[in-house]
């Protein structure tokens, strides 16, 4: 007697082969058959009528570290068939830090107004802090290279000594022990803009050591693309680490054949053994946080030093002739290209272009965007801003690649209580639905079966997730039933929180997340370790 049988769907197992017309049965949480079951007897058998049944999707690139322990429901992930997500990317991450309550130093989208005890110090209580989270997703985390750099030097504006180098080494260790998946860093943010190749190949032999993935946000991809990737690749070679480039993408000030040479790069030092694979986010804008815009020397002394800078005309015009804007944009002055995308303090202003946004206060752009930082004060990591930096092109270059794998960069949300207000990216709400509605179906740049694994079996096999990622007899049953003529994504930066089309039944661990197009009371996620 099975629990469940999805009876009469095109299956797709996740290996990008082509699917079958067949009923899945599942046991305890598991697959336990894929065939013809009309003669099998189940508690619950459910028709599909030819609806697409995939592996659950697999986000392997999200900032969800400090929004699943207040709304561990994961609505905006869960509603568009994701099943397991990946947190600590870009080197932010909640743990370890060096006392209890620093983690609000790491944690995107931190907010006060959110009651969440951050008790923990270590990596290890931080995931027993999530796993005692009813979680409508299974998670696996990342530590962040910002992380255990502030928990060794804090917030001081240096680069960290040898001994301190081997702290962190030591920190990034206990981490793995305690069931991290991987190493990530986010080298233009804060602490990772100040740190060289020397500083971050120790943490990544660690990674190496651990048989752990390494994920970069590189240090740059506009003007400077070349000098960001070679150094990834440079990094991952140094330290015999296997490399995941994060949302590879180049962006506004990039050369028009960057991504074909990013491409090249990758290519050669693979023939030279190195492990290096690559990521994209399914649509042209970019996104990230307003503080991203000061330079290194204005974030000594974390939120308090930026906010007592920004009460000083004179250091906010030295913070404006920043000479390396993270966004060629700003340097350039397009402001209408730039929109507020997310705020706690301003929300009539999300969707606004920072040319509007000045013009509506009476100042310049730039002052506008320092301003709205000021007025966010300790809510500063929450301010976000998007622009269209990325190019179409570029995605389709990438995705015609057999091992790019497709991302969100977002975070974890839901459209009611504590998390009601805030916005993680334009699509974030419907990535994966953006990808397979637009780019699989519309623009027919991967054939279905493709696409699904490029969300599946593809991230779930870089992470080492074994169990997941694939429909196969004894695996997990993270499972997304869709329609595959109705997936689409709703969103718009003025309405981003808007779920996705197309979705019919998600199960986490064997148990219905979503039912006919419902949200359950179900959250069967749990976290992962390797």
């Known amino acids: 007697m099975l629990d469940v049988i999805l009876a009469g769907g095109e299956v797709f197992d996740g290996s990008g082969g082509e ?122 985390a990342f530590v962040g290279h910002g992380a255990v750099h502030r928990a060794v030097l804090g917030d001081a504006l240096r680069t960290p000594e040898i001994d301190e180098t081997r702290r962190m080494a030591e920190l990034l260790a206990e981490a793995f022990d305690q069931g991290a998946y991987g190493f990530s860093t986010g080298l233009e943010y804060w602490p990772g803009s100040i740190c060289a190749p020397e500083h971050i190949v120790p943490l990544c032999a660690v990674a190496a050591r651990h048989d752990r993935l390494y994920a970069t946000h590189v240090r740059n991809r506009d003007a400077y693309y070349d000098l960001g990737f070679s150094e990834a690749l440079s990094t991952a070679r140094n330290a015999g680490v296997r490399l995941q480039i994060s949302h590879i993408q180049p962006k506004y000030g990039a050369p028009p054949h960057a991504m074909e040479h990013s491409l090249e790069m990758i290519e050669g030092v693979r023939r030279q053994g190195v492990d290096a694979a690559f990521d994209v986010i399914p649509h042209d804008w970019s996104h990230t946080l307003v503080q991203a815009i000061l330079p290194p020397w204005a974030q000594e002394g974390g939120i308090p030093g930026i906010l007592e800078r920004l009460k000083d005309p004179a250091t906010r015009e030295r913070m404006k002739r920043n000479p390396r804007h993270m966004w060629l944009l700003v340097t350039d002055g397009h402001w209408d290209a730039i929109a507020l995308l997310n705020s706690e303090e301003n929300p009539h202003l999300v969707g606004e272009t920072f040319e509007d946004i000045g013009r509506m206060r009476d100042t310049s752009p730039f002052d506008a965007a320092l301003d709205l930082l000021a007025e966010e004060g300790e809510r500063m990591g929450a301010l976000l ?146």
């Open 19 to 140: 699917p079958l017309h067949a009923d899945v049965g599942i046991l305890d949480g598991r697959i336990a058959r894929i065939g013809d079951l009309s003669e099998q007897q189940a508690a619950e058998r459910i028709e599909l009528d030819g609806l697409a049944v995939s592996p659950g999707f697999v986000d392997m690139h999200t900032h969800s570290d400090f929004t699943l322990l207040v709304n561990g429901r994961a609505e905006s992930q869960v509603h568009q068939g994701v099943t397991t997500e990946v947190v600590g990317q870009c080197g932010h991450s909640c743990a370890p830090v060096a006392r209890a309550g620093d983690a609000r130093h790491g944690a995107l989208g931190y907010s006060e107004d959110c009651a969440v005890d951050m008790g923990w110090t270590s990596f290890g209580e931080y995931l027993e802090r999530l796993d005692a989270t009813g979680l409508g997703v299974n998670v696996a």
């Open 385 to 530: 801003w998007t622009s269209h930096s990325f190019s179409d092109d570029d995605i389709e270059l990438c995705l015609g690649q057999p091992d790019c794998a497709v991302i969100s960069d977002t975070l974890a949300l839901a459209p009611y209580g504590a998390l009601e207000k805030y916005v993680g990216s334009v699509s974030g709400y419907g990535w994966a639905a953006r990808f397979l509605g637009l780019y699989v179906r519309e623009r027919n740049v991967l054939p279905l079966q493709e696409g699904i694994r490029r969300i599946t079996a593809l991230p779930a096999e870089r992470l080492g997730l074994n169990d997941r990622g694939r429909l196969k007899r004894g695996l997990a049953a993270d499972i997304t039933v869709f329609d595959r003529n109705a997936i689409e994504s709703r969103c718009t930066i003025r309405e981003p929180r808007t779920y996705a089309d197309g979705i019919v039944h998600v199960l986490v661990n064997g148990r219905f997340a979503m039912r006919d197009g419902t949200r359950t009371d179900f959250d069967s996620g749990a976290v992962l370790r390797p």
